[in-house]
């Protein structure tokens, strides 16, 4: 079973405020009480975590769960979740910087205005309500700013690994009803266990596992402050929450399970590529095609750069990095698609395709769409046509129908794969960094490696023939 995360595809920014504007006076006060001293919490790759960014991350929590101050982990536990977040965000950010994926600031000012209009304010009331709860309006654009390299990285990342054959989609609508669709919402507790664990290794994480599902099924803790207190998932301080999902978003080793638990049931301990894990049925709901089940249609412009018999793909590249460095620069995106495309189609429109849905122009095309907000553009991306910049226009719900049942089906598969492809993606980078762990003092918590033995040689004595002494 693969390590669940939250949706592949939720809208830009929205987890972010209740971490970073409502933290209210625990924010400031720890800020404010970290200031005169900061040591190194972490030492990853080239890069460090400070102690007092840790610690404002902590205290964003602990805000979070002001008056359910009993349902976290201990302090030394919720440390170190939060050090772990923080270490994740490190290596994607140095990935992408790497690979030259950046934000610029037309996507920094559309996230922020986002951000503002999800809230029901102005920006002018964003940046009052950051001061007022002691953060500056830097901080939080670079916080924006790392949320968007992210969501980018994870754009491309997804070309040309997620493909979602006709035959998957043939046996998922073969099971998939024509009048109903069921969803579920599930939790997971994740134990843990690293890359080529050894047995001992893989008995300790059984054990505690067993322990944890033992405490919830006596009744001594409920799943989602199990899941707080002793998940390693990435969602451990959201409960383990792993939002509403339809059965083609769940991996079918147990889908069959899920569908005949009922809510509030546990099943578990699974082995899985990361560990073992608990998976709760929270709540389950049946949404009728014709009353509510509904697919995402999308408008959107772009600028194709073809590889073909005159273009090979390294020319094609070096263009649409081009081309992206202008629109970076603020060339307009109709007008140079208008002009440089190699779409004849869509050139003649300024780029524009108009309402499609998430599989029209392929799986690759479909995902970038559906990982950027309305307004921004995508770093170039390679389809079977050749190398794509996308701008998305527009989104719209639209009633799912025989006709479009197809793509909801290839949708939602393709959303497990990316999921559960980008889990192994982090957990691979997490194994091959460099992580030094500092303790409050700024000492290393890694184990000091073992001296080597110097080697003792034996030098057999060699006698002088004509003295009595032997030399050695």
Do not use: C
Request: net charge negative; aromatic share 6%; proline share 4%.
């Amino acid at each position: 079973m693969p390590n669940f995360r939250t949706r592949a595809f939720r809208p830009l920014l929205l987890a972010l405020l209740p971490a970073m504007l409502f933290a209210g006076g625990a924010f400031a006060q720890d800020a404010t009480s970290q200031q005169p001293v900061d040591r190194i919490a972490a030492v990853v790759n080239e890069d460090v975590i400070l102690r007092s960014e840790l610690d404002r991350a902590i205290a964003n929590i602990r805000a979070q769960y002001a008056g359910q101050e009993n349902q976290l982990p201990p302090d030394s536990v919720l440390e170190r979740q939060v050090l772990e977040r923080l270490v994740l965000l490190r290596l994607q950010i140095a990935r992408a910087t790497d690979a030259g994926i950046t934000a610029t600031d037309q996507d920094l000012e559309r996230a922020v205005q986002g951000v503002a209009q999800q809230n029901g304010m102005d920006v002018d009331q964003l940046r009052a309500r950051l001061a007022q709860d002691g953060m500056s309006f830097q901080e939080f654009r670079n916080s924006l700013r790392d949320e968007i390299i992210t969501q980018k990285l994870r754009q491309s990342f997804a070309q040309g690994r997620i493909n979602v054959s006709e035959g998957e989609v043939d046996a998922a609508m073969a099971t998939a009803s024509a009048t109903a669709s069921q969803q579920f919402h599930l939790a997971h507790i994740l134990v843990a266990t690293p890359d080529g664990a050894s047995p001992e290794q893989i008995a300790v994480a059984q054990k505690k596992i067993e322990g944890v599902k033992g405490l919830i099924d006596r009744g001594e803790m409920t799943f989602a402050a199990a899941a707080v207190r002793y998940s390693d998932s990435p969602n451990a301080l959201e409960s383990g929450d792993l939002g509403w999902r339809s059965l083609n978003e769940i991996p079918p080793s147990f889908a069959a399970a899920i569908q005949q638990m009922q809510a509030g049931q546990v099943i578990g301990p699974i082995r899985g590529p990361s560990g073992f894990q608990l998976v709760q049925l929270v709540e389950t709901r049946t949404v009728a095609p014709g009353s509510g089940d509904k697919v995402t249609q999308f408008s959107a412009r772009q600028i194709l750069v073809k590889v073909d018999d005159k273009t090979d793909d390294a020319a094609a590249k070096a263009k649409i990095d081009t081309l992206a460095a202008r629109l970076a620069g603020g060339a307009d995106f109709a007008k140079l698609a208008g002009e440089e495309s190699d779409d004849a189609t869509t050139r003649r429109r300024g780029g524009a395709q108009g309402g499609f849905g998430a599989d029209t122009y392929g799986t690759a095309f479909g995902i970038q769409v559906a990982a950027l907000s309305d307004g921004q553009t995508s770093a170039p991306f390679k389809t079977d046509a050749g190398w794509v910049i996308v701008q998305r226009s527009g989104s719209r719900e639209i009633t799912a129908g025989d006709e479009n049942l197809r793509a909801q089906v290839r949708e939602t598969i393709g959303r497990r794969k990316l999921e559960e492809e980008w889990n192994r993606f982090l957990r691979e980078m997490r194994g091959e960094a460099y992580v030094d762990v500092r303790d409050a003092s700024g000492q290393s918590t890694r184990p000091a490696l073992p001296e080597t033995p110097k080697e003792q040689h034996k030098v057999k004595p060699v006698e002088r023939k004509e003295g009595s002494r032997a030399v050695f």
